[in-house]
């Protein structure tokens, strides 16, 4: 039998090979794996179901990690949104809730997320521009005004100051007299991807991680609803790292997360279960599906055997996806609609729990209305009419994706060994290890632009045709002035001498090795500014300077 | 003559994967490139571009702030004395500003999906805009 079905094998190759036009030979994908023009049992010999993929919603995961998925819940539409000052976004917000949303995705303007108040010189002209502006505990409460925090979770993109804006949400929680216990929401707050590729670093790595260590020992023990960190590698592929390198590094800084925890004191099980992770979905369908499906499988065993996790809600990877801004191109606008909803396609089949869809403007401005309609439809229609989601892991034993999620699985263990041979993530950053691989990845990829031996369609290719002229957004002068406005009369009226004492306190806490979120408290209840407080802790931590390299 | 180029992120986005690409295919064409990294006030820029003796500055944003901060740079060239210094630009910029920031004066702006090739070639003949 075996022996028949090679030579049948044979033929086809021979045929295969015989055409009048030769086969294109050395196919690979976007990330430079290899592909073969057809895959047969051949390839999984030695291959189990049992071992390699098992049922949804169980170890280790790789069908998903709910037992029903789709059919019992689609992913969740979490479209990221913010601009302008405060009470602009609380105005949208009040929209969204209104039309059914149950949860907020907070996006800060870059003063913001840099840790400057909206007056520094080094924020002007960005006040408001790619989210909003948020400079002490009154812009929060302006910012959440007549929303009920506990019938709401809210997602916050915030890295180096999240400690900060964490501590602002929990204070207007408090004002409303909704309990730490019942309120529900995510930090972004993963520092590692910043020093890796994002860039929105302050610190130095390691009072970063102390930080952050410090909110999910937090979290941990009063905040059962909390997610404080999402581990992202959506950053580290739009820097420009391959598919097998997201995969790899982003899984790489979620095991210094939980070697800090532990080392922290907490027992994996009490805070495993609570961290989320944040993907990207590029134009190369299958690798990105095989992608998926691979750092779900990586991170139960991980968890599992490595850390000897016992919970199963610690082995599960949930994440969150966002298609590939960096996909998208400025020729031919309209096409950018065509790629996105090929990459959601993707992340669904790949068994995202929630997604966003980028609007086919976000290459010029940030989206207006209608573009960001057509991205929201998308997953619409990708939901109710193609029927993706009525049978789970629809591609799971294709002799194909099943071979490219064990080799992307490969090229991630490969990457793990050279990180641990180099002493770990943080020596890696240090060192420039992540960020000249993310370099050389970017540049192989523009390098075969070049040469054409990729074709971007409106740019390499089939450029006829600009496309018609598309309307961008823009925020006017008056939204920086006006908040400018604002910060300086709560300065005026605040208690000065209480700030500048919690801000001593802060500063001594720093220096020692308390957990930092009670000292923090203290400084936003007493409406210390974001600015103040980051200038304090810059005092005692330092500010870093990455090795400049291209 | 080789030509110099000081490129630099001005502004507090961190977005350098598209200035680190341009910089080696620069550099990689012959052209001495000095990359002056991150978070780069117009000050810092044009310190630099001086110091360094350069011929051209080629700035990166993806913020928003393009049409305070590179004004801002022509700004100080001209009261520096420098303005034989060639300013060009990319990133995240409508195509109205750009129009708006050729008109006071920078030589080009290059959008997102423009070839590496084409900065090359406008480097190598002499900054001109296409």
Known sequence: MA??????????????????????????????????????PEDLEGWSYEEKLGYPGEFPYTRGVYPSMYRGQPWTIRQFAGYGTAQETNQRYKFL?????????????????????????????????????????????????????????????????????????????EKEGVSLAQLGGTLQNDILKEYIAQKEYIFPPEPSMRLVVD?????????????????????????????????????????????????????????????????????????????????????????????????????????HTQTAGVSLTRQQVENNITRTAYEAMAAVLGGTNSL????????????????????????????????????????????????????????????FDQIDEQGGVLR??????????????????????????????????YTDGEGGEVPTLRIGPETEQGQVRRLKAVRARRDNTSVASRLEELKTAARGSDNLMPPLLNCVKAYATEGEIMAALKEVFGVYREPILF | MTARVLTAKVGLD??????????????????????????QTPEMVVEAAIQEDVDAIGVSLH??????????????????????IVVFGGGIIPQDDATELKKMGVVEIFGPGTSLKSIIDFVNKGFKAA
Not at chain 1, 4 to 30: I, Q
Not at chain 1, 429 to 458: H, M, P, S, T
Request: glycine share 8%; proline share 4%.
């Open chain 1, 3 to 40: 022996l028949r079905r090679k030579t049948a094998y044979e033929e086809w190759a021979a045929r295969y090979r015989s055409g009048n036009l030769p086969p294109k030979e050395d196919a690979t994908t976007m990330s430079g794996l290899p592909l073969q023009p057809l895959y047969t």
């Open chain 1, 97 to 173: 809730l209104g039309q059914g949303q149950k949860g907020l995705s907070v996006a800060f303007d870059m003063p913001t997320l840099m840790g400057y108040d909206s007056d520094d010189p080094l924020g002007e002209g960005e006040v408001g521009h790619c989210g909003v502006a948020i400079d002490s505990l009154e812009d929060m409460e302006t910012l959440f005004s007549g929303i009920r925090l506990d019938q709401i979770t809210t997602s916050m993109t915030i890295n180096s100051p999240a400690a900060i804006l964490y501590a602002m949400y929990i204070a207007v929680g």
């Open chain 1, 215 to 319: 909110t999910i020992v937090f979290a941990a023990r009063h905040m059962p609803r909390w997610n404080a960190v999402s581990i992202s590698g959506y950053h580290i592929r739009e820097a420009g790292s391959t598919a097998t390198q997201e995969l790899a590094f982003t899984l790489a800084d979620g095991m210094a997360y939980v070697e800090a925890s532990i080392k922290a004191g907490l027992k994996v099980d009490e805070f495993a279960p609570r961290l989320s992770f944040f993907f990207d979905s590029h134009i190369d369908f299958f690798e990105e599906i095989a992608k998926f499906r691979a750092a779900r499988r990586l991170w139960a065993r991980i968890m599992r055997d490595k850390y000897g996790a016992r919970d199963p809600k610690s082995w599960m990877l949930r994440f």
């Open chain 1, 356 to 415: 966003h869809t980028n609007s086919m403007d976000e290459v010029l401005a940030l989206p207006t209305e209608r573009a960001a309609q057509i991205a929201l439809r998308t997953q619409q229609v990708l939901a109710h009419e193609t029927g993706v989601i009525n049978t789970i892991d629809p591609l799971g034993g294709s002799y194909f994706i099943e071979q490219l999620t064990d080799e992307m699985e490969r090229g991630a263990q490969r990457y």
């Open chain 1, 428 to 461: 890696c950053i240090e060192n420039g290890f992540f960020q000249r691989e993310i370099a050389d990845a970017a540049f192989e990829f523009e390098r075969k632009l070049e040469a054409n031996e990729r074709i971007i369609v409106g740019v390499n290719a």
């Open chain 2, 14 to 39: 961190g977005h350098d994967r598209g200035v680190k690409v341009v910089s080696r295919a620069l550099r990689d064409a012959g052209v001495e490139v000095i990359y002056a990294g991150l978070r």
């Open chain 2, 63 to 84: 913020s928003g702030a393009h049409m305070t901060l590179i004004p801002r740079i022509l700004e100080l060239l001209k009261e520096r004395n420098a303005t034989d």
